[in-house]
Antibody, heavy 123, light 114 residues
Framework: EVQLVESGGDLVQPGGSLRLSCAAS????????MHWVRQAPGKGLEYVSA????????QYANSVKGRFTISRDTSKNTLYLQMGSLRADDMAVYYC????????????????WGQGTLVTVSS | DIVMTQSPDSLAVSLGERATINCKSS????????????LAWYQQKPGQPPKLLIY???TREFGVPDRFSGSGSETDFTLTISSLQAEDVAVYYC??????????FGQGTKLEIK
């Protein structure tokens, strides 16, 4: 079964840091680009970041650029999001998602989502 | 960035009736080289992550009931539920994947039972 399990969400003070993890199983992790998407309480979906299948290309929403870093560890089948300089508007459920791929090409829809991990930013 | 705008923001439909949700992109998401629209639809039920329903604007994901259909091209798209079931109550989002990341979502449409 294809599965993504996020962890690492916590209560953090403004200006603080946090690292989220997403453990992947049931598929060949190396073959897929991966993404982070967040959802503030009661709000819609906001795209956060992407990383290519080999980790060589990373991209970010303007709202997190320079503060967040996406990475992946192939040996652990795990995706990460290092978050710094956290602000109140970063408070959200963070989902990791797998890119939609067909015959080895990945296109950018998200065919598998984790259950999410909650990040609370408050003093 | 490409801006995605959905309408309406909320919708109430009777069981068994048709539900229609619209999504408009600020620029075309039709890729001329393969004639595909880079547009996906998701369903999110309360307390759950989003679920992929449709990609390429009209291709149903495996296991999605055939009462869900997607249509449209370039900048105007529609998600249709042909006969609303109680389990379809959810928020629906469109998403473009035409431009390189960051991708963008519509603001969501809340679907309820009338």
């Amino acid at each position: 079964e294809v599965q993504l399990v996020e962890s690492g969400g916590d209560l953090v003070q403004p200006g603080g840091s946090l690292r989220l993890s997403c453990a992947a199983s049931g598929f060949t992790f190396n073959d897929y680009a991966m993404h982070w998407v967040r959802q503030a309480p009661g709000k819609g979906l906001e795209y956060v970041s992407a990383i290519s299948s080999d980790g060589g290309i990373t991209q970010y929403a303007n709202s997190v650029k320079g503060r967040f870093t996406i990475s992946r560890d192939t040996s652990k089948n795990t995706l990460y999001l290092q978050m710094g300089s956290l602000r109140a508007d970063d408070m959200a459920v963070y989902y990791c998602a797998r890119d939609g791929c067909i015959s080895g090409s990945c296109y950018g829809w998200f065919d598998t989502w984790g259950q999410g991990t909650l990040v609370t930013v408050s003093s | 960035d490409i801006v995605m705008t959905q309408s309406p923001d909320s919708l109430a439909v009777s069981l068994g009736e048709r539900a229609t949700i619209n999504c408009k992109s600020s620029q075309s998401v039709l890729y001329s080289s393969n004639n595909k629209n880079y547009l996906a639809w998701y369903q999110q039920k309360p307390g759950q992550p989003p679920k992929l329903l449709i990609y390429w604007a009209s291709t149903r994901e495996f296991g999605v009931p055939d009462r869900f259909s997607g249509s449209g091209s370039e900048t105007d798209f529609t998600l249709t539920i042909s006969s609303l079931q109680a389990e379809d109550v959810a928020v629906y989002y469109c998403q473009q994947y035409y431009s390189r990341p960051p991708y963008t979502f519509g603001q969501g449409t809340k679907l309820e039972i009338k």
